[in-house]
T-cell receptor, first 110, second 113 residues
Framework: GQSLEQPSEVTAVEGAIVQINCTYQTSGFYGLSWYQQHDGGAPTFLSYNALDGLEETGRFSSFLSRSDSYGYLLLQELQMKDSASYFCAVRDPGFQKLVFGTGTRLLVSP | SAVISQKPSRDICQRGTSLTIQCQVDSQVTMMFWYRQQPGQSLTLIATANQGSEATYESGFVIDKFPISRPNLTFSTLTVSNMSPEDSSIYLC??????????FGPGTRLTVL
């Protein structure tokens, strides 16, 4: 099976940098994805890492270390609108389904 | 990308009744996924719906409780049967996109009294 653990909550102030960690245990591994979900909204795709290293997309970056079964999402220049829940996810190799992490609620304060 | 709509967006139901949620995609897709998200929790996959075959249910979810239809490549329904307050959740449908992305509908917020 697949399991992904994340911190339940992270707080930060506007303009700061925050890192949201994800550790996973999987029976097979294709890559790690990240999704953002605002309260009352649908999850939206942020990034995907298939290989080790850092992927940068604007203010957001995502990192993967397959040897450590670990990844993180880095949010820079935080804005109030970044307050949301963030989920890491992996694809189950046998059934093509997406398995989500426990989720991290990010609270950005002025 | 895919645009997904869901109906209803929210509903309040009495225990013992059933609710059918509709999911419409703007393009043809092989698989559609149904998730449940309980308040403050992560997303849990209920089942995968393939057109022309029976849905594949995850552990803990059964067809009698969550019957699914998939009549064509752009549409699916999920029924929540014989509801209890524990079924109060957000129900989301989704489809795969390119590069391991998944697109989600806006969700159906269900409250069971």
């Amino acid at each position: 099976g697949q399991s992904l653990e994340q911190p339940s909550e992270v707080t930060a102030v506007e303009g700061a940098i925050v890192q949201i960690n994800c550790t996973y245990q999987t029976s097979g591994f294709y890559g790690l994805s990240w999704y953002q979900q605002h309260d009352g909204g649908a999850p939206t795709f942020l990034s995907y890492n298939a290989l080790d290293g850092l992927e940068e997309t604007g203010r957001f970056s995502s990192f993967l270390s397959r040897s450590d079964s670990y990844g993180y999402l880095l949010l820079q220049e935080l804005q109030m609108k970044d307050s949301a829940s963030y989920f890491c996810a992996v694809r189950d190799p046998g059934f093509q389904k997406l398995v989500f992490g426990t989720g991290t609620r990010l609270l950005v304060s002025p | 990308s895919a645009v997904i709509s869901q109906k209803p967006s929210r509903d309040i139901c009495q225990r013992g009744t059933s609710l059918t949620i509709q999911c419409q995609v703007d393009s043809q897709v092989t698989m559609m996924f149904w998730y449940r998200q309980q308040p403050g929790q992560s997303l849990t996959l209920i089942a995968t719906a393939n057109q022309g075959s029976e849905a594949t249910y995850e552990s803990g979810f059964v067809i009698d409780k969550f019957p699914i239809s998939r009549p064509n490549l752009t549409f699916s329904t999920l029924t929540v049967s014989n509801m209890s307050p524990e079924d109060s959740s957000i129900y989301l449908c989704s489809v795969d996109g390119a590069e391991d992305t998944q697109y989600f509908g806006p969700g159906t917020r269900l409250t069971v009294l």
